[in-house]
């Protein structure tokens, strides 16, 4: 009988608990807080790279990003928000420091994430295709900054217009907005690259690569 009450308890199987139950058990467990790390490091490894550029800093923010979360983690509060957008506030933070130390204008490399989601096995629509992507990411880079780093939010990290609001820090009515606005200008400006470009005709309509780019937002959306 009393090997009954000498049992040790089941472990708790981490993969299972949700966020908001997690954040609390890692405020005292290690383990917990691991299994957040495993969550999420690589989705935070990304964000940082699409806003450096390479890997060697990205590595050394992302670890940055999580030494910090683990020395604030006791005094985290849910306000309703996922935690990972508070992660990403923190990385954020840490990227904008990062650029403000070098003085330079930031430059994301979204040609990986936007070629991947492109791929097609025909070699004459991979070359429209390329070159689609090219002028999309030259209209891209023509944002201010805080609109790059809007799309990557948006398309590369898929976060919510709320999750962006609190990285932003803006409010989520202020984040459709910008959206909106990013969106139609990305669109005008490829326009009128198109404006300025004679199409091929074919068959008496004129085409021309510029044609599809404006819904490769979309495409690659998807």
């Given at each position: ?113 936007i070629a ?17 992507r090219a ?88």
């Open positions: 009988m009393m090997k009954l009450f000498n049992r040790k308890p089941k472990p708790i199987d981490l993969k299972d608990v949700p966020d908001t139950e997690l954040v609390e058990l890692a405020k005292t467990s290690k383990d917990a807080f691991g299994e957040l790390y495993e969550r999420y490091v690589t989705k935070i490894y990304n964000y940082i790279y699409y806003r450096t550029g390479n890997h060697h800093d990205a590595e050394d923010l992302t670890a940055r990003v999580f030494f910090r979360a683990i020395a604030h983690i006791e005094t985290y509060t849910d306000r309703g928000v996922p935690f990972q957008a508070w992660l990403y506030r923190i990385a954020h933070n840490l990227v904008a420091n990062w650029h403000r130390d070098r003085s330079r204008r930031k430059i994301i490399p979204l040609d990986e994430f991947s989601g492109l791929r097609s096995e025909s070699p004459d629509a991979y070359t429209e295709d390329r070159e689609e002028l999309l990411l030259a209209a891209i880079r023509r944002l201010p900054e805080e609109r790059q780093q809007l799309l990557v939010l948006k398309f590369v990290e898929r976060l919510s217009n709320a999750e962006v609001g609190v990285i932003m820090d803006r409010t989520e009515g202020a984040i459709k907005s910008l959206y909106h606005r990013t969106l139609i200008a990305l669109r005008n400006d490829l326009q009128a690259l198109q404006s300025d470009q004679p199409g091929d005709v074919e068959g008496g309509n004129q085409r021309h690569p510029l044609d599809d780019a404006a819904g490769l937002l979309k495409r690659a959306q998807k």
